[in-house]
T-cell receptor
Framework: GAGVSQTPSNKVTEKGKYVELRCDPI?????LYWYRQSLGQGPEFLIY????????DSGLPNDRFFAVRPEGSVSTLKIQRTERGDSAVYLC?????????????FGPGTRLTVT | KQEVTQIPAALSVPEGENLVLNCSFT??????LQWFRQDPGKGLTSLLL?????REQTSGRLNASLDKSSGRSTLYIAASQPGDSATYLC??????????FGQGTELSVKP
C-alpha cells in the first residue's frame, strides 16, 4: 500500500514569505507527527495529532509555526514570515495505534530553503 | 528533558564485520524505543521497535536490545554489507509517542 507522502519535495522561498507543507499519512492512521531535521542533526519533534486535534504542540519553536489536520487525515504545516533559520527538512510520520503503541512510518520529507 | 546520545558518531568498517552501535538516554521513563536508518537525502526507515516490556528485538541480521533501567540500547549488525552504509538513529518514545532522536551514527561499510 501507499506510504506517507509529502509535498512539495523541495521548497525555496524568500525570507518573510509564508509557506505550507503538506503531509498525506498512511490511510487509516489516526496519529500524525511532524518533525524538523537540520543538517547533521537528528529530527526534532514539532507537533503530534491524534485524529483532528493537536495532542502535543510543545515542539513548535514559536508562534510563526502552525499545523492543522481538519478531517483527521491530511495535515498542513504552516510557517509565517519565514526566516533563514527555518531552513531544514520537515518530516512527517503516521502511526496506526493509540500513541505509545504504534510504530511510526516516515515520509520522504520536504526540504525547505529560505533565502 | 530527554537527551539521547549515540556513540560512535561515525564508524567505518570492512565488509563482513559484526558491529555494535550504542545509544544512551537520560530519562528511563520511556514507552518504547525505535531504531531507524536514514540514507543520504532520504526519509527514515524503521528497522526495529522494542516495546517497553521487551528487552530485545531481532530482524534478519539486526538485533536491538533495551535496558531501560540503565538508559541504554544497542543495535547489533551481523556480517555487515556495503548496503548497510547509512546513518542509524535511535529514538526513545516520550509521552504521546513522540520520538526523541539522537544525532545518529554514520556507518560506512567498505567492500
Amino acid at each position: 500500500g501507499a506510504g506517507v507522502s509529502q509535498t512539495p519535495s523541495n521548497k525555496v522561498t524568500e525570507k518573510g514569505k509564508y509557506v505550507e507543507l503538506r503531509c498525506d499519512p498512511i490511510s487509516g492512521h489516526t496519529a500524525l507527527y511532524w518533525y524538523r531535521q537540520s543538517l547533521g542533526q537528528g529530527p526534532e519533534f514539532l507537533i503530534y495529532f491524534q485524529g483532528t486535534g493537536a495532542a502535543d504542540d510543545s515542539g513548535l519553536p514559536n508562534d510563526r509555526f502552525f499545523a492543522v489536520r481538519p478531517e483527521g487525515s491530511v495535515s498542513t504545516l504552516k510557517i509565517q514570515r519565514t526566516e533563514r533559520g527555518d531552513s531544514a527538512v520537515y518530516l512527517c510520520a503516521s502511526s496506526s495505534r493509540v500513541a505509545g503503541v504504534g510504530e511510526q512510518y516516515f515520509g520522504p520529507g520536504t526540504r525547505l530553503t529560505v533565502t | 528533558k530527554q537527551e539521547v546520545t549515540q556513540i560512535p558518531a561515525a564508524l567505518s568498517v570492512p565488509e563482513g564485520e559484526n558491529l555494535v552501535l550504542n545509544c544512551s538516554f537520560t530519562d528511563s521513563a520511556i514507552y518504547n524505543l525505535q531504531w531507524f536508518r536514514q540514507d543520504p537525502g532520504k526519509g527514515l526507515t524503521s528497522l526495529l521497535l522494542i516495546q517497553s516490556s521487551q528487552r530485545e528485538q531481532t530482524s534478519g541480521r539486526l538485533n536491538a536490545s533495551l535496558d531501560k533501567s540503565s538508559g541504554r540500547s544497542t543495535l547489533y549488525i551481523a556480517a555487515s554489507q556495503p548496503g548497510d552504509s547509512a546513518t542509524y538513529l535511535c529514538a526513545p518514545w516520550g509521552q504521546g509517542g513522540k520520538l526523541i532522536f539522537g544525532q545518529g551514527t554514520e556507518l560506512s561499510v567498505k567492500p
